[in-house]
């Protein structure tokens, strides 16, 4: 496998990516050992932003949803959030999925462990920009000194995913292609939003501590018993429907 960079972002992309129906038989790839974990952390992180930046009561998307969990994870916490993923399907929060495609609107969107996997990412997030004014999203930057393949792990050479990777300076640059502002919150933590924003605010959801604390907090108004009663109703009325055929 070759990889590029660009001369003027640093930004570092694979060859064209001819094996990507190979490397996605699974969408969740067997080395991703930290996917519940790094739920947790990204649902606390979401919850403080989200409270302290954004309109907890709007509607959110989590766009390369995944399997769900961390959808379930903030209804469970009172958010209303959607899933939306072409490649994989929900079990966690399959009767909270939407197209995710303008012109749904969404308070914010955010995009966990997505960026990585696009091979074109300025034409994802014109589409994502006609839905919100925000989009909160989580991919490592490359290290100062560009590694080589075999000297970083987040090249995924045993899965073959990941194909595009990114500096401060690129993403900059793609916030710029749609009339926003990037945020950098940390080594994997990012914002893009063409709203004016409080960035020390914004900053302290990359503290784990800050948020894990948060997060003690009694949450506002769990989803979880209204969605059970919503679920059941959709499958009896799905079974009533099947029985009158």
Request: glycine share 6%; hydrophobic share 35%; with cysteine.
């Amino acid at each position: 496998m070759n990889y590029y960079r660009c001369p003027g972002c640093g930004t570092i992309q694979s060859e064209e990516p001819y094996w990507l129906e190979q490397a996605y038989a699974t969408p969740i790839n067997r080395s991703d050992v930290g996917y519940i974990s790094r739920n947790i952390r990204l649902r606390d992180a979401s919850r403080l932003l989200i409270d302290l930046q954004f309109n907890p009561k709007g509607r959110f998307l989590d766009y390369g949803a995944g399997y769900g969990m961390f959808v379930r994870m903030m209804r469970d916490a009172g958010y209303d959030f959607w899933g939306s993923d072409a490649y994989c399907s929900s079990l966690f929060a399959p009767d909270f999925t939407v197209d995710g495609r303008p012109p749904e609107r969404y308070e914010l969107i955010t995009a966990f462990e997505v960026f990585e996997h696009l091979p074109k990412p300025a034409e994802v997030i014109r589409p994502i920009f006609d839905m919100t004014d925000s989009l909160f999203f989580s991919t490592e930057l490359i290290p100062d000194r560009s590694p080589q393949p075999g000297e970083w792990d987040y090249y995924g050479l045993d899965h073959g995913q990941h194909i595009t990777f990114y500096t401060r300076h690129g993403l900059a640059l793609l916030a710029e292609s749609v009339g926003a502002r990037y945020y950098n919150l940390g080594r994997d933590l990012h914002l893009i939003s063409r709203r004016a924003l409080a960035p020390f605010k914004a900053l302290l959801c990359s503290k784990t501590k800050i948020c894990k604390l948060y997060n003690l907090l009694p949450v506002k108004s769990s989803k979880l018993l209204s969605d059970h009663k919503a679920v059941i109703q959709k499958v009896l009325h799905q079974l009533r429907q099947r029985q009158a055929e």
